[in-house]
């Protein structure tokens, strides 16, 4: 866990401590809708690899956490299908906000306000190394994926859609 460019103590970050989850952090210049490309560019990592946190929710109101690649969108209808649900749609912002306890831009799946299931695409288990966010807008952490599946039990799930 590097010290360099040390952001704050963010509940994720106080999380992955806590469950002895190995991280480095990686600060870089936040932009306003920006997203995923905007973070691998500046990082110089392939947006495949760079995780977005979705929180989204079912018919029924019901809130969820979608982690999918940078370069990719979800298919809310495969999603749907494959968890069992009528229809899937992406929170409002101040939605989600409230749920996960962080502002969009910013939103980790680790530590949220609300508990919620969470669904990874499977092809991000695949992966050595993954960046994520760490709670902040302009703060992704690098660790390997099996955390996900570890700490959020993560249900693997297959709606990926390029961008």
């Given at each position: 866990?590097?010290?360099k460019?040390?952001?704050?103590?963010?509940?994720?970050?106080?999380?992955?401590?806590?469950?002895?989850?190995?991280?480095?952090?990686?600060?870089?210049?936040?932009?306003?809708?920006?997203?995923?490309?905007?973070?691998?560019?500046?990082?110089?990592?392939?947006?495949?690899?760079?995780v977005?946190?979705?929180?989204?929710?079912?018919?029924?109101d019901?809130?969820l956490?979608v982690?999918?690649?940078?370069?990719?969108?979800?298919?809310?209808?495969?999603?749907?299908?494959?968890?069992?649900?009528?229809?899937?749609?992406?929170?409002?912002?101040?939605?989600?906000?409230?749920?996960s306890?962080?502002?969009?831009?910013?939103?980790?799946?680790?530590?949220?306000?609300?508990?919620?299931?969470?669904?990874?695409?499977?092809?991000?288990?695949?992966?050595?190394t993954?960046?994520?966010?760490?709670g902040?807008?302009?703060?992704?952490?690098?660790?390997?994926?099996?955390?996900?599946?570890?700490?959020?039990?993560?249900?693997?799930?297959?709606?990926?859609?390029?961008?």
């Amino acid at each position: 866990m590097s010290k360099k460019n040390h952001v704050s103590e963010t509940p994720a970050v106080a999380f992955l401590r806590a469950n002895g989850i190995a991280f480095t952090e990686h600060p870089y210049e936040y932009l306003e809708h920006g997203g995923a490309t905007h973070s691998a560019e500046v990082l110089g990592w392939d947006p495949f690899a760079v995780v977005k946190t979705l929180i989204m929710q079912d018919q029924d109101d019901k809130p969820l956490v979608v982690l999918m690649h940078g370069n990719h969108k979800v298919s809310t209808k495969n999603l749907a299908r494959q968890i069992g649900a009528k229809s899937v749609q992406p929170c409002q912002p101040e939605v989600a906000n409230r749920h996960s306890g962080y502002l969009v831009g910013g939103t980790s799946p680790f530590a949220t306000r609300r508990q919620m299931a969470v669904y990874v695409e499977l092809s991000i288990l695949t992966l050595p190394t993954i960046l994520i966010n760490g709670g902040r807008r302009g703060y992704l952490l690098e660790l390997e994926p099996a955390a996900l599946t570890r700490l959020l039990e993560a249900r693997p799930v297959h709606c990926a859609l390029p961008l």
